[in-house]
């Protein structure tokens, strides 16, 4: 069932939002973190057996799930010797107090595209290997499903659409009159450059303190918030979705983003291989 998050009416509290403002000032955190922490990661593969590939994350408390089904279909007309990604983020109503059923809204919208473009970007899908003959290609379709938000849904969903990616197999490409269609039941590992995974990483501005991962309650205190996403030494897409950053606010960011992957690449080392 899709569902909108309903952003405009979200609230807090008076009196929270200053604690969370007041502690941030001292460098310490509503839930104990030091600004530059993330919250503990646990990442599981191969988690729905319908799916090409798939994954669950979670970062503290958010809770998302990713799932990947391969099919055949038209390259997009701008890059016709690639294969196609589509990505698609839906948060359950049961996912916040905030969530309602109904079609997306445009949170939802940009949580895809920006994990959409940050894995288009860096190489980490050889979307070259994914073309096949008679002018068709390879369509990757990631499904990112919000159980439960507890703040900071991009890291953790792009973290999540990473890993089942890294654990889809394609389905082998057979020929017969009618033309190419898939084997379902013979499949090769889908064509990836593990040292090129895209890792996004949020940070957090409340009252001039930057931090990362914020939580559910420290982003409806937000006064700014961007994210780098980062594959291997460089930046492959930023999206600035709340207030404004100065210049040196903006390279103490990116600073603490390198933090930020390090803590991401280091808790998905053992489901991403990297």
Known sequence: MASISPYGKRFISYLRKEQIRKLLATKYRIDGREPERIRNIEIKTSVIKTADGSAEVKLGKTHVVAGVKVSLGQPFPDAPDEGVLVVNAEVLPHASPYTEVGPPDEFAIELARVIDRGIRHCGYVDFKKLVVEGGKAYVLWVDLYVINDDGNLIDAANLAAVAALKDTQLPVVVKDEQG???????????????????????????????FLDP???????????????????????VQKTIGTFTSQELEMALELAW?????????ARGVLGV
């Open 180 to 210: 190419v269609k898939l084997d379902r039941n013979n499949k090769t590992p889908l064509p990836i450059e593990v040292s090129k995974a895209p890792i996004a990483v949020s940070v957090g501005k409340i009252g001039g303190v930057l």
């Open 215 to 237: 939580t559910f309650e420290e982003e409806l205190s937000l006064d700014g918030r961007i994210t780098f996403t980062i594959s291997e030494d460089r930046i492959v897409a």
């Open 259 to 267: 933090k930020g992957k390090e803590q991401l690449i280091t808790a």
